[in-house]
């Protein structure tokens, strides 16, 4: 793999989640996030065609403007990497830190370190979580694994003004994580009025999830086609990064703990907090 223009270099079951956070279920409220950023924190506005403007120039009714959180730089990349999960290929592709807890009641020690990149075909990603205890209990049912430890990536149509009464049509979120006895698991969910869709395995693409000695990693290429998205060097496109930690042990082991995100004003799944999405930005 190496960066554009630089030199040297299942089945499908369904079930809906909120992937919004609690201890105990998938749909219970959310906790407050933390006021500490993650880094790098860029919130530059970007530019696009607005929901809300009406041919007189007015503000269309039902919707809200956007406040958009920390900017992810996307690198191009002028050869696809080999998903295998090896960090040796992204060494020069800038990293994102996910340690900011935004849902669940738990406590939790887990973090991740993300890179991304894309080209005309998929946008690519690694990430590298530090996770005492791998814990994933949906073997059988991979559209729950964001109650389990996973990895998500939330991602829409960026626009100047959000809906109030729905998710954008593109909206989509996807789910990666490693199995406890090896493996990987992956599912997507799709924009289904003020929320996301019941979500089902998803198969196209691939990705590879894997154990290390501090905890695991997931590398993957989603098609832009399971994006709804169209790419283009400068693209601006609304989203935000996501990691779930489960509950290691006791009874309610593998329900969710605690979810973390590069977005601090993350606070909670579908329509209520659309407005507060962050921004990937593809580069040139």
Known sequence: MALAGCSGG????????????SASTASASTASASSTPST???TTSASSTSAGATESGDEAPDTREAIPGPEVEVAALSKAPTIDGDQREWEKVPA??????????????ATSSWRLGWDENALYLFARA??????????????LIGTGDAIGL???TFRDRVSTTKLDAKDTRTLIAPNETGGTLRAIAKA???????????????AVAKRTASGWVVEAAIPWSDLGQKPKAG???AGQLLQADAVASGAKRGSLAALLSNNPQRRGS???WRFAWGQLTLQK
């Open 130 to 143: 530090a996770d005492p205890a791998l814990t994933q209990t949906h073997v059988q049912r991979p559209w």
């Open 270 to 272: 579908g329509l209520k």
């Open 10 to 21: 299942s089945g499908g079951g369904r079930v809906r989640v909120t992937y919004s956070g």
């Open 235 to 237: 693209l601006t496109l």
């Open 192 to 206: 289904d009025g003020d929320d996301f869709d019941q979500g089902t395995t998803w198969t196209s693409g691939s």
């Open 40 to 42: 790098p924190e860029k």
């Open 96 to 109: 994102y830190s996910v340690q900011t807890q935004v849902g669940g009641k738990g406590s939790t020690k």
């Open 154 to 156: 939330e991602i829409g």
